[in-house]
């Protein structure tokens, strides 16, 4: 082509037109919406955006209020005065075992303080390693749970006593030891680099450049000023800050015989117990989450509980000394592992919390938060209203993880129940008047109720004589055609066919003059087609389903089993007759019960294991690397464990916990050997709750009691060595330690008495082989009958460790236990696969054929804890505000009709099946009236 023909041709503005067009596809394609622009900021993207903006790079320079969070993005903290009175959910029960440690921690240094308070057991008070140790212990023992633990002293309240040139009842000017999980991917000795969460690291906070954390520019000191300084000067704060517990304590110091007869008692300062309607003054407090800048460098939320000490200490005047706030301990754990509720406010989402509402559940469902889920989204389900059922292609609740990952048009045309029609009224049953009708005004009608004893109705008439002067309504007054009374006759037939799955077949036959006969007959519904034998080639003759022959065919489980029920219901029985007035008159086996009444408990009770847990790592840690004869110039070695100690930490274990009934550590024959020098051949101390019914504060009593004893079970005639928690724990780890945990520690400790710098223990780093958590035993259910306990419990049993004589390995050194009370169990009886040790299982009365088993968490030891939920296809009848059935109330009704009493629910207690809502139907009807005619036209 030549080149002439394009000249003159205006090229210019074509372009001009074709950049113009394309600047307003751009522009109208900017300014089209997203499939997930309805997604929109929330309170969530704040929170993460503020987290994102910090790391290990740039906290040192960002300000304090960039470093913390409000506090309400944890909502619903545990309150110690509210554990006994409401239910834990599984979404808090973490929060609340760092709670619950940091307590014990807090009642363990405030007892070995005031428990040697004199000049001569100075030297019996903790030494630096059982700093270190202890706090390195909460974190191996916790392993998904607490990532940090310290305690962290006031101005000079540290009375050290492993320094040489530190004169007598002097004080460090700060002491702070805290330990974390440190991430050891990248540590030399781990050749796998993959993190171990075996590497702790411990550091004294109050050494160094920049240590003196009571100020207020440390910036994520918030522990520090919860609790310290003391401001015992307060008018009327001393009173209520401080609260005195009851120990008694019963000694022995050889084999078979006690010290004394009686307990000796000690009155024990410690953290506040406030009543239950108190908002003040309580025992542990969480921080604001913060940034652990220079250390951990994660976002942490620090539980805080306060160690009382009488001050100043060794002083003769003791009308000069008060118990004083001298320390606090702190127990983190991570923000991204808690989890949230993103439901409306609610009774059981109460403010502050600053997640709420954040959920996107349609109108016409209800929001259900989930655990597990951490700081992450979807972490909810949307429950249908009462009201409303799930359309038939949804099977269980809207799970929010799909609502938030939906787009726009998905979640317009979805997530929605459907509205439930011709809901029932459940009737109100009046005594002495008319059974089962609603107690509602007579004239409601404008009219008054007609009089069984007027005389214009004193007509004789049978029952299928209409009386003349009856009134007629507008619906009976109308006549119906013949053709369709006809019609209306045919179809109750047809339905009558219908139910017992029959039709009606016409069969058309001619005689031998050729005229037509027609035969109706009743035939089945579904037609068989015939099979032909193999050997006689004849046709096989259908046979019912009903009629045969199925003995040697297996039949699916019951969801209910009568023998289960059965069974239950004596173990019930019998655990409600055993008490403390007749314990001694059963046998030994009747004072147990099967191995499978205690189903689940190693998920439900798996803080109060991992208790017994924390001080069988701590023990194991010291007596691995603890020699008595080791010093260090300057600073002095640690002393072997004294019995004040041991007696300490198990009063910690049963104070800390309000579910442990007991615990206890005993060690094995001639393996417990004290500072000075001389080994006994039985230490075995256990504490327990001391409840007595006279005070209020009895076995029945949910009061969280201040009253402890203590005593040391080598005081009694037999040994504990033949005791079940003892032998089979011994058996198993006494000449085998395969499979204990290595656990590496890395202590930096302060350069001199000031802390002038951090420097490297000189045995650096340390290790340690302890038990992990599946390596205890749970015990059957038994009723202790020792005249101390006196309750139902379930056993938890854990080894520790320690060196040999000759210091070349590691030998079992003993067992430690605590006891929970088995009234603090939950009861499932929902359906389960058969080989599920569950002594509750297929015992729930739900009707299964409408229904399906939920279990409900928290109820405890009860009968009905769960609720019968409708199956898809079924809906719920009842004009109530629920959507399911309780199962205490199905229990209940169960019973009445048992015993006869007609006027029993239980048979009402059944979901319907689901129709089809009037808008469907309608349009239903609209789209075949539009196919009609189309075909018509």
Same mark, same amino acid.
């Given at each position: ?493 047809? !339905? +009558? #066919? ?6 009606? $077949? ?6 031998? /003059?050729? @005229? ?122 640690? !002393? +072997? #464990? ?6 300490? $930490? ?6 800390? /916990?309000? @579910? ?278």
């Amino acid at each position: 082509m030549s080149k002439g023909c394009f000249q003159g041709f205006p090229w210019k503005g074509v372009l001009f037109l074709v950049g113009l067009g394309l600047c307003a596809f751009l522009g109208s394609g900017a300014q089209r919406k997203g499939a997930y622009d309805w997604l929109t900021y929330d309170a969530f993207d704040d929170v993460d955006d503020r987290m994102n903006q910090v790391n290990a790079g740039n906290c040192r320079s960002k300000p304090a209020t960039e470093l913390r969070l409000p506090a309400d993005t944890v909502a619903q903290p545990p309150k110690f005065n509210r554990l006994l009175s409401y239910i834990v959910y599984p979404n808090r029960t973490k929060l609340l075992h760092t709670h619950n440690m940091a307590l014990n921690r807090a009642f363990f240094y405030s007892y070995i303080y005031q428990k040697l308070n004199e000049t001569e057991q100075f030297f019996g008070q903790p030494g630096l390693l059982y700093y270190y140790f202890s706090a390195a212990a909460d974190i191996s023992a916790n392993m998904n749970n607490i990532n940090g633990s310290g305690i962290f002293f006031d101005n000079n309240a540290s009375f050290a006593t492993w320094y040489r040139t530190l004169p007598f009842n002097r004080t460090l000017p700060l002491f702070g030891p805290r330990a974390w999980r440190f991430d050891d991917f990248n540590e030399p000795t781990n050749w796998i680099r993959e993190p171990t969460n075996h590497t702790i690291n411990i550091v004294d906070y109050g050494a160094g450049p920049q240590s003196n954390y009571t100020l207020k520019a440390y910036k994520t000191n918030q522990w520090y000023d919860l609790f310290l300084p003391d401001g015992w000067d307060q008018k009327g704060q001393d009173s209520v800050r401080k609260f005195t517990y009851d120990i008694g304590i019963k000694y022995s110091n050889e084999t078979g015989k006690f010290t004394k007869d009686e307990y000796e008692g000690k009155t024990l300062f410690g953290p506040p117990s406030p009543g239950q309607k108190e908002t003040q003054n309580l025992p542990v407090l969480f921080t604001e989450p913060y940034f652990d800048c220079g250390r951990s460098n994660r976002w942490i939320v620090s539980a805080v509980s306060p160690v009382v000490d009488f001050v100043p200490r060794y002083l003769d005047w003791l009308h000069l000394r008060r118990n004083t706030y001298v320390a606090v301990t702190t127990m983190d754990m991570e923000f991204l592992s808690i989890d949230f509720n993103p439901c409306p406010i609610s009774i059981g989402n109460q403010l502050p919390n600053y997640f709420k509402d954040i959920a996107r559940c349609k109108p016409s469902t209800i929001c259900e938060p989930l655990y597990g889920w951490g700081f992450r989204r979807g972490g909810y389900q949307c429950m249908c209203k009462p009201g409303y059922r799930y359309p038939p292609w949804q099977y269980g609740p809207f799970q929010g993880i799909e609502i938030e990952s939906a787009t726009e048009a998905e979640y317009k045309n979805g997530f929605d129940c459907i509205p439930v029609e011709l809901r029932q009224v459940i009737p109100v049953i009046r005594s002495n008047e008319t059974q089962g009708t609603p107690d509602v005004p007579y004239d409601f009608a404008g009219r008054k109720k007609r009089s069984s004893d007027s005389e214009e109705f004193d007509a004789d008439y049978g029952f299928f004589d209409r009386p003349l002067i009856a009134r007629k309504t507008d619906r009976a007054a109308r006549s119906v055609r013949a053709d369709v009374q006809q019609t209306r006759i045919l179809n109750k037939k047809l !339905r +009558l #066919l219908r139910m017992a799955n029959l039709k009606e $077949e016409e069969t058309v036959s001619r005689t031998a /003059d050729g @005229k037509e006969r027609r035969k109706r007959s009743v035939v089945p519904r579904v037609s068989h087609p015939f099979h032909l034998e193999a050997e006689t080639n004849r046709k096989i003759q259908y046979v019912p389903r009903h009629k045969r022959d199925t003995s040697h065919k297996r039949t699916k489980r019951q969801s209910f089993d009568p023998k289960q029920y059965d069974r239950m219901m004596s173990i019930i029985y019998h655990k409600t007759g055993v008490n403390k007035d007749n314990c001694k008159n059963y046998k030994p086996e009747d004072l147990q019960l099967p191995g499978d009444v205690g189903y689940n408990v190693e998920v439900l009770f798996s803080n109060q294991a991992r208790t017994a847990l924390r001080l069988s790592h701590f023990l194991s840690n010291f007596l691995q690397n603890i020699d008595m004869y080791e010093e260090y110039g300057n600073l002095r070695g640690d !002393r +072997l #464990l004294n019995v004040e100690q041991v007696f300490g $930490e198990v009063l910690a274990n049963t104070m800390g /916990d309000l @579910k442990i009934k007991g615990s206890g550590v005993f060690f094995d024959i001639d393996k417990f050997k004290g500072p000075d020098g001389k080994t006994r051949q039985f230490f075995g101390p256990y504490a327990w709750r001391y409840e007595e019914a006279n005070t209020g504060q009895g076995q029945d009593s949910d009061v969280a009691n201040t009253h402890f004893r203590a005593i040391d079970y080598a005081g009694f005639p037999t040994t504990y060595l033949d005791k079940p928690w003892f032998k089979n724990v011994k058996e198993r780890w006494q000449s085998n330690t395969y499979g204990l945990g290595k656990f590496r520690e890395k202590p930096v400790i302060r350069s001199d008495i000031n802390g002038t710098s951090l420097v490297d223990f000189l045995l650096f780093p340390l290790y340690y082989k302890a038990p992990r958590e599946e390596d205890g035993l749970w015990s059957a259910p038994y009723y202790n009958c020792d005249g101390y306990v006196n309750d139902w419990i379930i056993t938890y049993s854990i080894p520790f460790f320690g060196l040999n004589s000759i210091s070349t390995g590691i030998e079992f050194k003993g067992v430690v236990i605590v006891d929970v009370k088995l009234d603090e169990l939950d009861i499932n009886q929902c359906p389960q696969d058969y080989f599920v040790p569950n002594a509750f299982k297929d015992t729930a009365r739900c009707h299964y054929e409408t229904t399906y088993c939920v279990y409900l968490a928290g109820k405890k030891f009860v009968r009905g804890s769960y609720k019968c939920e409708c199956k898809v296809g079924y809906e719920y009848p009842f004009n109530d505000n629920a959507w399911y059935f309780d199962g205490q109330t199905v229990e209940e009704e169960y019973r009445k009709k048992m015993a006869g009493d007609k006027q029993t629910r239980y048979d009402n207690l059944q979901c319907r099946i689901s129709v089809a809502s009037q808008t469907v139907v309608s349009s239903l009807v609209a789209l075949t009236v539009i196919a009609l005619w189309s075909l018509i036209v």
